[in-house]
């Protein structure tokens, strides 16, 4: 089983819907939690860190569940800029260390 | 205000040849991570260094990869002998702390795309 696992996609949907991606991790001594944006042929960048009482950031939500190690991203009136694909990353105490572990991403496409 | 900052952007190398791939990190960081991520795939984590010290290379290959990240000057990653699956996109991240801060996130260069013909 994957450390982190996430539906690939993609999703395509017009501008102004509401889209939901899941992640799911298996290592229960994980203990931070972000998504991370890549656009096509570019770096990741942190989206946004997601806690467990959940945070918005504008149109974004993200939620977790540490019981179910389920996490969730939610775009609210998606923007044809939204097009990218969505990092869901763990931190995992490793060895002294906190280790990224990156899932593979799932594909976003807005269309007008 | 310099972010991570790697080189080449683009590499393109025959088989067997070498590659050698730089990291400068952000200013004030000390920490140093490689990724190696494939066309239509996640980003794989390849090693873990320090200033002079490997920290965690479980992730890169055993044989033809060395990283090393010296007192003086960027971290290097070096492939021997590259073979035509070494092609990917290689990216790297730098942070401020390793285990203080855990919701610190890592910050990532613009990446080396390794192409082996």
């Known amino acids: 089983r994957k450390e982190v696992e996430q539906d690939p996609g993609p999703f395509n949907v017009p501008e102004g819907a509401t889209v939901a991606f899941n992640c799911t991790y298996s290592?229960?001594?994980?203990?931070?939690f972000f998504w991370y944006r890549q656009d096509c042929r570019k770096e990741p960048k942190l989206l946004m860190s997601?806690?467990?009482s959940g945070n918005e950031d504008g149109r974004f939500t993200a939620q977790l569940n540490r019981a179910s190690q389920y996490i969730s991203l939610l775009i609210r009136d998606s923007k044809l800029s939204d097009s990218a694909t969505y990092l869901c990353?763990?931190?995992?105490?490793?060895?002294?260390?906190?280790?990224?572990?990156f899932g593979a991403g799932t594909r976003l496409a807005v269309h007008p | 205000n310099a972010g991570v900052m790697q080189n080449p952007r683009h590499l393109v190398r025959r088989r067997g040849q070498e590659a050698r791939l730089r990291c400068s990190p952000m200013k004030g960081h000390s920490h140093v991570y490689w990724y190696r991520q494939l066309p239509e795939e996640g980003l794989k984590f390849m090693v873990y260094l320090q200033k002079e010290n490997i920290i965690d290379e479980s992730g890169m290959p055993k044989e033809r990869f060395s990283a090393e990240f010296p007192k003086e000057g960027p971290s290097i990653l070096r492939i021997q002998q590259v073979v035509r699956g070494d092609s990917a996109a290689y990216f790297c991240a730098s942070s401020q702390y390793d285990r203080a801060a855990i919701n610190q996130p890592q910050h990532f260069g613009d990446g080396t795309r390794l192409s082996i013909l």
């Open positions: 990353v763990v931190i995992l105490p490793t060895g002294g260390y906190n280790k990224l572990i």
């Open positions: 997601v806690y467990s």
């Open positions: 290592n229960s001594a994980s203990q931070s």
